[in-house]
């Protein structure tokens, strides 16, 4: 059973690895101003469960089979995680502000001030605001063992008003929420307050911490419900894409702006993150998946942090590329263009593999460990 689930869980993150690497390839595609409306409604709307769904991952990970009603040591739990997080973000936080500086030529990057927003923040690259949140649940994890130990009295009740006081404080974060004050710290706050600020990931957070205690009532309720959670899923995916197209073609916004709009922090969003989360580990759960298919998600998932951390350089260099050779992000090269962007990154964590068995200490600086782990999932 354990052996099971380990495996929807590794799947999943396989799959919201790709669903990662295509919303950032949508944002390259916008160089082309003919660009397929419905190609980057797969890659930027369909997508965006991605990085919700990791918290969801981390936290399953973190509290299957751990005793909420044990001791707990704090300081041993802060030591290890952080050494698996907050130094690889350090590391990859100077690697982004070192290239950064190179490319442009603007040494104004290494200042004390900006490199105290940066790294404060999550800065330094677009994908790393994950970490930094990532870092705040493990900071207040005593915190959410005793949430989680309240919410399993009377979990449907307890998830349900977390759900919609979640829905309302990301759409007033996501809608309403400007930084118009006259503190300058308090603007700098509510400006990346998206960078940092766990809140808007609190639920599927908790949710994943309650479905991986609760495993054995969950596996069975998965199991009962698999048509339900089907229709939720499509029902919730439909409801994202009716959102953007409302946006393009009723509201007349451009494909940038109407992204920014309809994104996993929207009402319908946040609703998708949770239908995926159900509707992903019930696929990857019950239903057998061709050879192919298992091997890529398998490779996907154990090799997903060094992908996580990496592909934008990978991403970088391949845009360079095209652009120095004269192509256009067509339909056809942007799925060239997202393939290879998978298959380098990939490779670049087989590589860190092996090349961690003989330089520990280069594993250590940018992934935390000797070996590859996933992304921030305890299993």
């Keep these: 059973m354990a052996k099971q689930r380990i495996t929807a869980i590794e799947y999943i993150r396989g799959i919201a690895m790709l669903g990662v690497i295509g919303i950032h390839t949508g944002a390259y595609s916008l160089s082309n101003p003919a660009i397929n409306i419905h190609l980057f409604a797969l890659l930027e709307i369909a997508s965006r469960f991605s990085v919700p769904v990791f918290f969801f991952v981390s936290a399953f990970g973190l509290f299957f089979k751990q005793n909420l009603y044990s001791g707990f040591n704090y300081a041993d739990f802060l030591r290890r995680r952080f050494k698996t997080v907050l130094i690889p973000y350090v590391v990859w936080s100077y690697i982004y ?24 923040f999550g800065l330094a690259s677009y994908q790393l605001y994950f970490l930094v949140i990532l870092l705040w649940f493990y900071l207040l994890m005593p915190l959410w063992r005793q949430m989680i130990r309240i919410i399993l009295n009377h979990p449907v009740r307890y998830l349900s008003i977390i759900f919609f006081c979640q829905v309302a404080f990301n759409y007033y974060s996501s809608y309403r ?105 019930m696929l990857f759960s019950l239903s057998p998946l061709p050879a192919v298919c298992t091997a890529v998600l398998h490779s996907l998932g154990e090799y997903s942090y060094p992908i996580y951390l990496v592909h934008p350089l990978v991403m970088y260099y391949l845009s360079a590329f095209l652009t120095h050779n004269g192509f256009i992000m067509t339909n056809t090269v942007t799925m060239i263009f997202y393939l290879t962007a998978v298959v380098f990154s990939l490779a670049f964590g087989i590589w860190l593999k092996k090349a961690g068995n003989y330089l520990p200490w280069l594993s250590l600086l940018l992934i935390g460990r000797r070996q590859p782990v996933k992304l921030k999932s305890e299993t």
């Design 97 to 120: 502000m070192l290239h950064a500086a190179w490319v442009s030529g603007d040494p104004t990057v290494w200042s004390l001030a900006a490199t105290g927003e940066y790294l404060l």
């Design 177 to 281: 929420l400007e930084a118009n004050f006259t503190n300058y710290y308090l603007n700098l706050a509510i400006q990346y307050r998206l960078s940092y600020l766990f809140l808007h990931y609190l639920f599927i957070f908790l949710f994943g911490g309650v479905c991986a205690l609760e495993y054995n009532r969950f596996q069975i309720l998965v199991i009962r419900y698999k048509r339900p959670i089907l229709a939720f899923f499509l029902i919730a995916l439909c409801g994202m894409l009716a959102h953007y197209y409302y946006l393009l073609f009723i509201d007349h916004y451009s494909l940038e702006e109407a992204v920014n709009i309809a994104h996993q922090l929207s009402p319908i969003g946040v609703l998708y993150t949770l239908a995926a989360a159900l509707f992903w580990y």
